[in-house]
């Protein structure tokens, strides 16, 4: 027991592995933890996949960054160089890397040869920051998206990187335009992206400024609802092409000015078949997305697991969050909530009676523990939802033409005006049209 180690994620102590190469479950949050030789292993397949040409103390700064993350040196007869230039990941196009550097300037500079202008920071992420930029070829107004300068986060330039192909091979309507992608002058990737005004869906559900607190007043349930729809046409269409997105959540939703819903922040999705252009799932890469919103099988890392499925669950816990305003799992500490969520316990609503139970138990079925519980494709969880939509918008409708008959009926018989009172009866048919559970409308036929 002289190699007990704690999980990276939870902390919790673990035993001894049978041997050097075995991962080892974390007994308290199932999380799969892999040896060092293998985390250094994995660092490097990491590293030599990364499109991006590299000097001699590149390499060297990149070389010590892996060894303070797995705690030792690299070995001397390990020929990286090498490594980085045969590596090439298959399904990172040579285009991208063989096109000549942009340069791209600061607005306080002076140069005047430049792709693209940064204006200001508008944004940022874990991968990378985001920045308005003008593209001087065409005089716009664009989103810049360049991975971060942190040595330390060098292995994430494959994740930046995926989500840029992922993104720019998608000709959804709900999915963000991507115009442009390469590497600038410095070495760094970045790409060019369509500048969409607006605030975040989580900005809306969630508003924290008067201006939000206002814009959140002109949004109902069924608004809501309509966005969630929205977001459920980007991944049906993702899913199309065998890619998961794996951190659905109203923060990486964008609601633009004129009412565009886009989804963002494709860097942690994953090919779950043939022909997928994203990263496969692997050991790598299987622990990724939001804790608070994860499936039980994404908070293992249940590569065998994670599939189609785990984003209709993800679509249900933003349907929880509408209805209760809280994701479904929350916690203390962070290893609390990747418990609950691997446990699948969710958080009960605080104002219970206030919530629409048919909207929650599709919610809650959309979030059942065993995947094939849910429902069986995005298209059988929008089919709930239009359901509901329609319902409600039939009702509305429906008590519209029966409240308007009820005032025209009561007008025709104090004024003996049999013409009125005809037009309130053809308003109560088209109100039993609508919603022939409308009890004004049936009993204001026999008034």
């Not at 139970?357 to 089919?383: D, G, I």
């Not at 049209?433 to 036929?445: H, I, P, V």
Request: hydrophobic share 35%; with cysteine.
């Amino acid at each position: 027991m002289d190699n007990l180690f704690t999980c990276l994620v939870c902390g919790e102590k673990l035993a001894d592995r049978p041997s050097s190469d075995s991962p080892v479950k974390c007994s308290m949050c199932g999380f799969v933890n892999t040896s060092e030789k293998e985390k250094q292993k994995t660092l490097l397949e990491q590293l030599s996949q990364l499109t991006v040409e590299m000097n001699p103390d590149e390499i060297q700064n990149a070389l010590s960054t892996i060894s303070i993350s797995i705690g030792r040196e690299i070995p001397d007869d390990m020929d990286i160089k090498q490594t980085i230039k045969t590596n090439h990941s298959e399904h990172y196009p040579k285009a991208i890397t063989s096109t000549p550097k942009k340069t791209i300037a600061c607005n306080k500079k002076t140069e005047t040869d430049v792709d693209y202008k940064l204006l200001e920071k508008i944004g940022e992420g874990g991968m990378g920051v985001i920045y308005l930029a003008e593209q001087s070829a065409l005089k716009r107004k664009v989103a810049l998206k360049m991975e971060k300068e942190d040595k330390k986060a060098l292995p994430a330039g494959l994740s930046f990187l995926s989500e840029a192909i992922i993104t720019g091979d998608f000709d959804h309507p709900n999915v963000i335009p991507i115009h442009d992608a390469g590497i600038d002058n410095k070495g760094k990737l970045f790409y060019i992206m369509k500048r969409v005004q607006g605030l975040t869906w989580e900005s809306i559900l969630h508003p924290r400024t008067p201006e939000q607190q206002e814009i959140a007043k002109n949004y109902s349930l069924i608004d809501h609802l309509n966005i969630l729809n929205s977001v459920c046409n980007a991944v049906a269409f993702a899913h199309s092409r065998n890619i998961i997105h794996r951190d659905l959540k109203p923060s990486n939703v964008m609601i633009g000015e004129f009412g565009e819903v886009l989804v963002l922040d494709w860097g942690l999705a994953a090919s779950i078949g043939e022909n997928g252009k994203a990263t496969s799932l692997s050991k790598k890469n299987a622990f990724a997305g939001t804790i608070s919103y994860m499936a039980p099988e994404m908070a293992k890392a249940e590569i065998s697991q994670i599939g189609k499925h785990s984003d209709i669950y993800l679509l249900g816990a933003i349907l929880y969050e509408i209805l209760t305003k809280h994701p479904p799992h929350t916690g203390k500490t962070i290893k609390e909530c990747l418990i609950n969520a691997i446990q699948n316990r969710i958080e009960p609503p605080e104002n219970e009676q206030d919530i629409d139970m048919v909207l929650m138990e599709t919610a809650l079925k959309a979030m059942s523990l065993m995947p094939l519980q849910r429902y069986f494709s995005v298209a059988n969880f929008q089919r709930a939802l239009k359901r509901y939509i329609r319902g409600k918008t039939s009702h509305f409708g429906s008590l519209q033409y029966s409240n308007k008959a009820l005032k025209l009926i009561d007008e025709g018989v104090k004024q003996s005006d049999v013409k009125t009172i005809l037009h309130a009866y053809i308003l109560f048919e088209r109100a039993l049209r609508l919603w022939n559970g409308n009890r004004e409308a049936e009993l204001g036929k026999y008034k």
